[in-house]
C-alpha cells in the first residue's frame, strides 16, 4: 500500500474506527451482508450508474446497513452526511484493468479506478472491508493486528530516539568545544530522519486506527518533542551561506531519499548544502549558534536572530562579553547577561554529560 497517495489516507480516515460510516460498516459486517458503498454522488458516478432509487436522506449507521440489504450500490455523498442512491447498478468502463475476481470487488476496484472517488467493497464470505482508490487498494485490518504493529514500532522508535539523543548529546559538547566536523553533522541528521520516519509510519497506523489509537497517539507526540525543531536547527546551523533554498525544502530534500542514499554521508552534505566539502567529511564546520540559542528558555526569535547575525559563529558569540551582546540591536543588558549565564551552563552541562 502506498501511504503517500492522499486519496487513500482521506478513504481510511473516513472509515476509521469512530467515524459514522464505520460504524455502519461494522453493522453491514455483523449482519453477514455484503455491500458496495460509492463515497461521492457528483456528475461522474451518476454517468455510470442505472436503476436503482433516489433516497436523498440524512446518513445515519442504521440506515446504511438496512439499504445494504437490497442487490445494488449505496451512493453517499463526498462528505458521508447524505446517503443519495441505492440499489444502483455501475457500469464503469469494462477495460479498466483489475486482479479481482468476485463481481462486487471487480466492480469496485473499476468504478475507483475509472472515476477517482473511493469506493467500499464489503465482502459478505469473508467478512472484510476493502477500499478502492484511484491508484490503491486496501483491506482493512482487524484493530487488534494494527495495535501489535504499532507497539513494535514504537518500541523501534525508542531506540532509535535513544541514539538520537546520545547524538545530540555529543554534538553539544563538540560545538561547545569547537570539535564539530562534517561528519558529526550529518550523522545526527540521518539518525534524526529515521526517527522522523519511523514516526510517519505509525501516523499512518494512527489514521486507520481513528479513535482507538488515542493511547498510540500519546505516546509518539511525547517521543517525537523536539525532534523536528532538532532537524531544522542543524540545518539551519551549518548550511553554507549561500545556498538558494529555505529549510523546509531542505527537509523534504531529507525526506524523498531512499535508505541507500540516506546512508550515503557525502550525498547528504552535497544535497543540504551543508558547510565544508562533502568528499572531505572529517573537515572541520563552525555552527552558526540557532541550535544552542534555541535551548535558552523563552529567548524571542529576534533576539536569537540578530545574536546570531551579529557574531556569525557560536564560538563568537560564547566568547562575547555581556557589554558586547546587550550592544546588538534588539537585545540590551536583560537578555544578553540571560543569553551569557544560560550559555556558561550549556556549555557546562554538555561537558559534564560526556564525561559521566
Known amino acids: 500500500m502506498d501511504y503517500r497517495d492522499p486519496e487513500l489516507m482521506e478513504?481510511?480516515?473516513?472509515?476509521?474506527?469512530g467515524q459514522p460510516l464505520r460504524e455502519g460498516l461494522d453493522r453491514i459486517l455483523k449482519a453477514k451482508m455484503g455491500a458496495l458503498i460509492v463515497i461521492g454522488d457528483g456528475p461522474e458516478v451518476l454517468n455510470i450508474s442505472s436503476g436503482g432509487f433516489l433516497v436523498n436522506t440524512?446518513?445515519?449507521?442504521?440506515?446504511?446497513?438496512e439499504l445494504a440489504k437490497t442487490d445494488g450500490a449505496i451512493v453517499l455523498t463526498a462528505d458521508v452526511s447524505y446517503i443519495a442512491r441505492a440499489n444502483v447498478h455501475l457500469m464503469p468502463n469494462p477495460n479498466v484493468p483489475t486482479e479481482e475476481t468476485g463481481t462486487r470487488h471487480r466492480t469496485a476496484e473499476r468504478v475507483a479506478r475509472?472515476?477517482?472517488?473511493?469506493?467500499?467493497?464489503?465482502?459478505?464470505?469473508?467478512?472484510v472491508l476493502t477500499v478502492y482508490t484511484r491508484n490503491c487498494r486496501y483491506q482493512l485490518e482487524p484493530i487488534p493486528a494494527i495495535?501489535?504493529?504499532?507497539?513494535?514500532?514504537?518500541?523501534?522508535?525508542?531506540?532509535?530516539?535513544?541514539r538520537l539523543t546520545e547524538e545530540s548529546n555529543k554534538l553539544s559538547y563538540l560545538e561547545v568545544e569547537d570539535q564539530v566536523t562534517l561528519r558529526d553533522v550529518v550523522t545526527l541528521l540521518q539518525r534524526a530522519e529515521m526517527v522522523a520516519r519511523i514516526s510517519d509510519e505509525i501516523e499512518r497506523y494512527l489514521v486507520e486506527l481513528g479513535t482507538d489509537g488515542r493511547l498510540v497517539r500519546l505516546q509518539l507526540n511525547e517521543m517525537m518533542a523536539g525532534v523536528e525543531d532538532e532537524r531544522l536547527l542543524v540545518i539551519k546551523d551549518y548550511v553554507q551561506d549561500d545556498a538558494a533554498w529555505d529549510l523546509e525544502q531542505a527537509i523534504e530534500t531529507l525526506s524523498q531519499?531512499?535508505?541507500?542514499?540516506?546512508?550515503?554521508?557525502?550525498?547528504?552534505?552535497?544535497?543540504l548544502h551543508l558547510s565544508g566539502e562533502a568528499?572531505?567529511?572529517?573537515?572541520?564546520?563552525?555552527?552558526?549558534?540557532h541550535r544552542m540559542l534555541a535551548r535558552i528558555p523563552r529567548l524571542p526569535a529576534e533576539v536569537s536572530g540578530a545574536l546570531v547575525h551579529h557574531c556569525g559563529s557560536l564560538e563568537k558569540l560564547m566568547r562575547s562579553s555581556v557589554?558586547?551582546?546587550?550592544?546588538?540591536?534588539?537585545?540590551?543588558?536583560?537578555?544578553?547577561?540571560?543569553?551569557?549565564?544560560?550559555?556558561?551552563?550549556?556549555?557546562?552541562?554538555?561537558i559534564l554529560d560526556r564525561y559521566n
Open 11 to 17: 478513504a481510511l480516515a473516513a472509515v476509521a474506527p
Open 58 to 65: 440524512g446518513y445515519n449507521a442504521q440506515r446504511l446497513s
Open 114 to 127: 475509472s472515476i477517482g472517488v473511493p469506493v467500499i467493497s464489503v465482502s459478505e464470505d469473508m467478512a
Open 147 to 162: 495495535l501489535s504493529r504499532c507497539d513494535l514500532a514504537l518500541q523501534t522508535l525508542e531506540r532509535y530516539k535513544l
Open 257 to 271: 531519499l531512499d535508505t541507500d542514499h540516506l546512508f550515503d554521508a557525502e550525498e547528504i552534505a552535497h544535497l
Open 279 to 289: 568528499d572531505e567529511l572529517d573537515s572541520p564546520v563552525a555552527p552558526k549558534g
Open 323 to 350: 557589554d558586547e551582546l546587550a550592544d546588538v540591536p534588539e537585545v540590551g543588558e536583560a537578555w544578553a547577561r540571560t543569553v551569557k549565564d544560560a550559555l556558561t551552563r550549556i556549555a557546562e552541562s554538555s
